[in-house]
């Protein structure tokens, strides 16, 4: 089967395509069935550590900031927790190195002043472009983790979206 790359993403292209292309498609046989997987012991419940009391408690409040911004929604992406506008990520949440992280855009200025804070740092991948990443657990105030979100909301959301802020 032919595939394209697209946007970083391999997707399978139509087997027509493959065709009108002179490649031919070749397919698998199909697998062989697995022996059935024996059952496993059920794992000793473990009691909640405070950590992760701290980690629900801080995205139970992220999510509350997030989603009452208009057109929000939260998304599971690369594994954790992430809240669009659309469909554009404006903020995310989840751990790093045992902390409780939360990334978010910012004015690149305010980016650059911000990471002089040893509570911020740029975020991986996109932090040349204004993301910044924060443990949670290190905040000032739940003000402070809202502005934030708030102002990688207005660099995010659409006009439409903006508008029914006021």
């Not at 992430?82 to 980016?111: N, P, T, W, Y």
């Not at 991986?124 to 990688?152: C, F, N």
Request: aromatic share 6%.
């Amino acid at each position: 089967m032919s595939q394209t790359r697209s946007g970083g993403r391999t997707k399978k292209a139509p087997a027509r395509a493959a065709q009108a292309s002179g490649r031919t498609t070749k397919t698998k046989a199909p697998a062989k069935a697995k022996a059935p997987a024996k059952a496993k012991a059920p794992a000793k419940a473990e009691a909640p550590s405070a950590a992760n009391a701290d980690a629900d408690a801080a995205f139970k409040k992220i999510s509350a900031i997030a989603l009452a911004l208009p057109d929000t929604k939260l998304t599971m992406t690369w594994g954790s927790p992430h809240f669009r506008v659309g469909e554009k990520i404006f903020c995310g949440f989840g751990a790093e190195d045992g902390k409780q992280v939360l990334g978010v855009k910012l004015v690149m200025s305010h980016a650059k002043s911000v990471v002089k804070d040893a509570r911020f740092w740029p975020s991986p991948y996109v932090g040349k472009h204004g993301w910044v990443s924060t443990d949670v657990a290190q905040r000032k105030s739940w003000d402070e983790m809202a502005a934030l979100i708030r102002e990688s909301y207005g660099l995010i959301a659409s006009k439409a979206s903006l508008a029914k802020l006021r």
